[in-house]
């Protein structure tokens, strides 16, 4: 696998890259490409994001980040994104069952795998969150293809958890303000 021509043709021309991907063949390939994705961020993240603020805005909180920090963000990162590659794969391959997807969980893996392509560049402060938006993006385009739904079934797929999860803390938050207010203003 060359990661760089690898990277480019996702980030460049993902609806191609998706159709060409082989939706079966083993994880080793995509689960690699992702590990590599999440070092590079892990050790980006470390250095620019956290490790160099200090010196640049003077910074001087409890926490010292450094280059051991870049170091210990680069080997947990993959381990973690790994990890969760493969629960939100199992998450969306559910999702997409129930939307009549056609796809298989390997291929949901792959597709994940792949669009890790944009942590490289989503550690950037201040525009990393424009990455994260074509990351979804991405996850549209590789669920469309792999699951062969069309492109609102696959937007409602990649996007449903996250909706589920804000529902559930607006749940949360309005029962635990109901039960404060009950505490403090017994009836």
């Given at each position: 696998m060359d990661y760089i021509e690898t990277w480019k043709e996702v980030i460049q021309r993902p609806s191609d890259f998706f159709r060409r991907m082989p939706t079966t063949g083993g994880y080793a390939d995509p689960l690699t490409f992702a590990a590599i994705s999440y070092i590079i961020y892990g050790l980006l993240s470390g250095l620019f994001s956290r490790g160099m603020m200090r010196g640049m805005y003077g910074y001087s909180g409890i926490t010292e980040f450094g280059f051991s920090?870049?170091?210990?963000?680069?080997?947990?990162?993959?381990?973690?994104?790994i990890v969760s590659i493969f629960i939100g794969a199992a998450i969306l391959y559910v999702i997409y069952k129930v939307l009549g997807g056609s796809g298989t969980y390997e291929g949901t893996v792959?597709?994940?795998?792949?669009?890790?392509?944009?942590?490289?560049?989503?550690?950037?402060?201040?525009?990393?969150?424009?990455?994260?938006?074509?990351?979804?993006?991405?996850?549209?385009?590789?669920?469309?293809?792999v699951h062969d739904v069309s492109m609102v079934k696959s937007a409602i797929a990649i996007?449903?958890?996250?909706?589920?999860?804000?529902l559930l803390v607006i749940i949360m938050?309005?029962?635990?303000?109901s039960i404060a207010y009950t505490m403090i203003f017994p009836s």
């Amino acid at each position: 696998m060359d990661y760089i021509e690898t990277w480019k043709e996702v980030i460049q021309r993902p609806s191609d890259f998706f159709r060409r991907m082989p939706t079966t063949g083993g994880y080793a390939d995509p689960l690699t490409f992702a590990a590599i994705s999440y070092i590079i961020y892990g050790l980006l993240s470390g250095l620019f994001s956290r490790g160099m603020m200090r010196g640049m805005y003077g910074y001087s909180g409890i926490t010292e980040f450094g280059f051991s920090t870049a170091i210990m963000t680069a080997i947990m990162a993959p381990i973690v994104g790994i990890v969760s590659i493969f629960i939100g794969a199992a998450i969306l391959y559910v999702i997409y069952k129930v939307l009549g997807g056609s796809g298989t969980y390997e291929g949901t893996v792959r597709f994940i795998s792949y669009a890790t392509a944009v942590m490289t560049v989503s550690w950037i402060p201040l525009i990393g969150w424009i990455f994260g938006i074509y990351e979804i993006y991405l996850y549209i385009v590789g669920g469309m293809v792999v699951h062969d739904v069309s492109m609102v079934k696959s937007a409602i797929a990649i996007l449903l958890p996250t909706v589920l999860i804000i529902l559930l803390v607006i749940i949360m938050v309005v029962l635990a303000g109901s039960i404060a207010y009950t505490m403090i203003f017994p009836s």
